[in-house]
């Protein structure tokens, strides 16, 4: 039924259907519909919150132990901009589900949630020193950046040039981990410092 429903509001805008097209286009009754939604929205929302957990889901399969902060936040933001970029119709979807009341309440939870986790990140960042800037400043202007990407990916349909300006904004923010000096390298500084 939600895959019918996506596919009508993709197809003819939200507004323009109703609830006798989704059970029409999905081969059910309206009582089946009633049954599992309360109504058109909130079967919106049902969708908006599936479309949502495959962002997530795959923002954490990116995550790697053995990365410093920077790429982790590069490669989960690539993540979840890629796995937009793969839902093909929903897209469309979740770009105009925004002017629905329960859409953006759902919205604006998920987002506080992904907030959460993304601030404890960037609080223990900055614990250990690798994030230099207060870490709630930075989850906040981190996450700004990262919805009005996805807003432009929805609109425009491509990734690269968005995770360009999101990978400038995390190497503005994260501290680029320390490297250990080679022999070489010591040589030349030894060198430049008289030594030797």
Excluded at 71 to 81: C, D, I, P, V, W
Aim: net charge negative; aromatic share 6%.
């Amino acid at each position: 039924m939600a895959e019918a429903a996506l596919a009508l509001f993709c197809e003819r805008g939200y507004h323009a259907v109703t609830v006798d097209d989704i059970v029409q286009a999905a081969g059910v009754t309206k009582g089946a519909f009633y049954y599992y939604f309360a109504d058109k929205e909130d079967l919106a929302t049902d969708l908006w919150r599936r479309s949502w957990r495959r962002l997530a889901d795959a923002a954490a399969g990116s995550l790697r132990e053995d990365l410093g902060l920077a790429e982790n936040l590069k490669r989960s933001l690539r993540a979840m901009l890629d796995a937009l970029s793969g839902l093909g119709e929903a897209r469309f979807f979740l770009r105009d589900a925004w002017v629905l009341p329960s859409v953006e309440v759902a919205g604006r939870v998920d987002q506080e949630e992904a907030g959460s986790l993304l601030g404890s990140l960037l609080a223990e960042a900055q614990a250990r020193g690798e994030l230099t800037v207060e870490a709630t400043a930075a989850t906040k202007v981190l996450l700004g950046a990262f919805a009005e990407g996805v807003l432009h990916v929805l609109t425009v349909g491509e990734v690269e040039p968005t995770l360009a300006v999101l990978d400038r904004v995390v190497d503005a923010l994260v501290e680029p981990a320390p490297r250990a000096a080679g022999p070489a390298r010591r040589a030349r500084g030894d060198q430049r410092a008289g030594v030797g």
